[in-house]
C-alpha cells in the first residue's frame, strides 16, 4: 500500500518537525494531533534499497510512505545538504539523473523510488 499523490504528500510532510535522535531513529509530529509523536526508524541495506516503520495507523495497516516517513527521509537527507523527491516508477526516478534510492514495501513491487540531489 502506498499513498495515491506522494507530490501532495510530500508537500504537507515538509511541515512537520522531524526531531533526529539518530540515523535510524526520527521522531516525527503527528498531522492530526497536536499532542502527539510518531516514531519512524529507518534501515538501509546495501543495495541502496530503505526500509522504514512508523506507528501511525497508516503504517499500521502495511502502509509505506507516511507523511512522517517522508518527513523523516527528508530530515535526514537536509542534515547532509541533500533533498529528496519521490517516483512511482523506476524509469520516472532514472530520468532525473541523481542518486537513486528504493523505498520498499510491504510487498515486492509496493516501493516508490527516490532520488536525492545537492540543494534544498
Ligand atoms: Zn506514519
Known amino acids: 500500500m502506498k499513498p495515491k499523490n506522494i507530490k ?3 508537500g504537507r510532510a515538509r511541515n ?3 526531531h533526529i535522535l539518530n540515523r535510524n531513529v526520527i521522531i516525527v509530529e503527528s498531522t ?6 510518531h516514531v519512524v526508524t529507518v534501515e538501509y541495506d546495501s543495495e541502496g534499497t530503505i526500509h522504514t516503520r512508523c506507528t501511525c495507523p ?6 509505506i510512505a507516511c507523511a512522517h516517513t517522508l518527513a523523516a527521509l527528508e530530515a535526514l537527507a537536509a542534515k547532509r545538504g541533500r533533498a529528496l523527491s519521490f517516483w512511482e516508477s ?3 526516478a532514472r530520468r532525473q539523473k541523481h542518486r537513486t534510492f528504493y523505498l520498499a514495501g ?3 513491487d509496493e516501493g516508490l523510488w527516490i532520488t536525492s540531489r545537492s540543494g534544498l
Not at 32 to 37: C, E, G, I, L
Not at 58 to 63: D, P
Open 8 to 10: 501532495h504528500l510530500q
Open 16 to 18: 512537520l518537525k522531524a
Open 32 to 37: 492530526t494531533t497536536p499532542t502527539a509523536n
Open 58 to 63: 497508516w503504517a499500521m495497516n502495511g502502509g
Open 90 to 92: 523506476r524509469d520516472e
Open 106 to 108: 510491504r510487498k515486492q
